[in-house]
């Protein structure tokens, strides 16, 4: 997940507003590989996930578009995920591959060795903690990755996983026969009434900000630019090449330490190259979040990665000094006829095409850069300004900015959450404290970043 805008009166907000205002790309895509010949292998790196895997081959199971094989990927464990994945595939029919590590090594790896030592066509990435809601989740991003072949990566839209969420999959006919007639407790019910309420109020702050990005932010990016920064890495459709491609240009510069987050330096480097990151939000997928004494840790791992790619990908940061450049090249093509004259002998029509290739990032930019750059304004910018009103007492002005923000973000939540609007309003004024006190501690990451780069030149980042 990309990282939160803070201050919801923000250049991304604007910009997600004329993004909305303004339209999509009107072009009629003409693609040139058909969808439905795509051969696609499931990937589900897991950790520790005997309580979840289940579930999420259970969604699998129910998927109108079938994967080829499922590749579960245990990272060193030694838990029951292994035994209880073999047991519910041999029940259910499922062409499962087992890898078992002896070690844990990490998610990223995982994508890179099965984008090279498998030959799909789309790699789907599933996390063992994450299961399908809609049963057309792969179907649907399949189809919209197929619509040209400047788009890389596509995802749903990724909710909390509640306890009726977890129910609803353990009543299904897959889990059924997995279950042969036994009775099953989900061990989550024994969760004690602290972890509970530590998991209730997370959910809380990860359903307000995950509407919030996916709804509005996120919708606003997609009609303007055609793609998002980064996909929602628990459940998303890659082009496997693209990825090998990719790893096999960054790895001798950066072994496995793809920053603390891979699904974010995944999708700036896509971006580099000129490539799609596109969210849906027809289908979506629940996810468990890690409970609020971890948020900290996980906002950490968010928000340093995005500064890290930052840092690496500075010429996407830069776009917007590029503009001009951009604009003068297009003005010019338009008033000689070529852009027109271009797009009448393409056969092979795609919205939101652009150049392929580094170079043409580092010349020119790309459109997706404003996004990189606002955000990157926005994440330092609004808690620097908030610190300087308390230590200089200018207690007015931060009174009225903080109720400014409240009622702004508290509007657009209950605007994008139809038939839930009531609770929508409730749940934005409880989340309020919790999304201030990670504004602060983001301001602890920004410190970090800086030391990494400036003082001690630690750049070995990674998850």
């Known amino acids: 997940m990309a990282t939160a805008p803070w201050f919801i009166i923000s250049p991304n907000t604007l910009v997600s507003l004329v993004g909305l205002a303004r339209g999509p790309d009107k072009t009629v895509p003409t693609p040139a590989e058909d969808w439905r010949t795509a051969v696609v292998d499931v990937v589900i790196p897991a950790f520790k996930e005997q309580d979840n895997i289940t579930l999420a081959l259970a969604s699998l199971v129910q998927q109108t578009l079938k994967p080829r094989q499922v590749i579960l990927i245990d990272d060193g464990g030694k838990d029951e995920t292994v035994p209880r994945a073999k047991a519910f595939a041999a029940a259910n029919g499922m062409n499962l591959v087992v890898i078992e590590r002896a070690t844990p090594i990490g998610k990223t790896p995982s994508i ?65 026969r997995y279950l042969a007639g036994k009775p099953y407790h989900d061990p989550f019910r024994d969760k004690r009434s602290l972890a509970q309420l530590w998991w209730w109020i997370t959910n809380l702050y990860r359903d307000c900000l995950y509407k919030f990005l996916q709804r509005f932010v996120y919708v606003g990016q997609m009609t303007f630019f055609g793609g998002i920064t980064n996909p929602v890495g628990c459940a998303v459709a890659y082009r496997r090449k693209y990825i090998k491609d990719l790893f096999d ?10 920053t603390n ?8 480097a896509l971006n580099h190259q000129g490539y799609r990151n596109i969210q849906l939000q027809d289908v979506q997928a629940r996810s468990e979040e890690p409970q609020v004494q971890r948020l900290p840790r996980q906002t950490y791992l968010w928000s340093s990665s995005f500064l890290q790619s930052c840092f690496y990908f500075d010429d996407l940061m830069r776009s917007p000094f590029k503009a001009p450049k951009r604009l003068w090249h297009r003005l010019r093509n338009k008033a000689s006829g070529e852009a027109k004259r271009i797009e009448d002998v393409r056969k092979i029509k795609e919205a939101y095409r652009q150049p392929f290739g580094d170079a043409y990032t580092r010349a020119n930019g790309r459109p997706i850069g404003w996004v990189i750059f606002m955000s990157a304004l926005e994440k330092i910018g609004f808690p620097t300004a908030l610190i300087i009103m308390t230590l200089l007492r200018m207690w007015e002005p931060l009174a009225v900015t903080v109720l400014a923000e409240l009622a702004l973000s508290t509007a657009v939540l209950v605007a994008v959450s139809p038939g839930e609007r009531i609770s929508a309003f409730f749940k934005a004024l409880l989340v309020t404290p919790v999304r201030y006190a990670l504004m602060a501690w983001d301001v ?4 970090r970043f800086a030391t990494d780069l400036w003082i001690t030149g630690n750049r070995k980042w990674r998850k």
Do not use: H, N
């Not at 049963?135 to 009726?164: F, K, N």
């Open 112 to 176: 890179k060795r099965q984008a090279r030592e498998f030959d799909s066509d789309v790699e789907f990435i599933l996390d063992g903690d994450t299961f399908l809601e809609s049963p057309d989740y792969i179907e649907r991003c399949v189809q919209e990755l197929y619509q040209g072949v400047g788009i890389a990566s596509a995802c749903g839209t990724i909710l909390p996983m509640r306890q009726r969420d977890r129910d609803i999959q353990s009543g299904s006919e897959a889990f059924g």
């Open 249 to 258: 240009r960054y790895e001798p510069l950066f072994g496995d330490d793809l």
């Open 261 to 268: 987050s891979e699904d974010i330096f995944i999708g700036f």
């Open 444 to 447: 602890v990451t920004i410190g």
